[in-house]
């Protein structure tokens, strides 16, 4: 059975930094396409980014440059480095794996396994 089990969100101020945790059990990250979305409230499910399989990389815009996705094989955990936080990444990330093709990164339908979500706010 495959549980993602998401970690390190908080409050912080705009500027600051947290590095998100996705703990994966049942599945060996190292040949997994594990990706992170957010929900903000009142929005819907939207992509923000997500490392595959032979440790491609791919981003939303809205974080390219802020957000780094990592990975440690050894701890089968997929990390989110999320620097320069701003008001408007206030959202319920949650990690997520997806066997669909490259094409279908962003689409949140394409993916399963969620996690139970960690609660990021950034105060302005």
């Known amino acids: 059975q495959v549980q993602l089990v998401e970690s390190g969100g908080g409050l912080v101020q705009a500027g600051a930094s947290l590095r998100l945790s996705c703990a994966v059990s049942g599945l060996a990250v190292s040949i997994s396409n594990i990706g992170w979305f957010r929900q903000a409230p009142g929005k819907e499910r939207e992509f923000v980014a997500t490392?595959?399989?032979?440790?491609?990389?791919y981003y939303a815009e809205s974080v390219k440059g802020r957000f780094t996705v990592s990975s440690d094989n050894a701890k089968n955990t997929v990390y989110l480095q999320m620097n320069n936080l701003k008001a408007e990444d206030t959202a319920v990330y949650y990690c997520a794996t997806t066997q669909g093709i490259l094409s279908a990164y962003a689409e949140t339908h394409m993916y399963s396994n969620w996690g139970q979500g960690t609660q990021v706010t950034v105060a302005s």
């Open positions: 490392r595959r399989k032979g440790d491609f990389k």
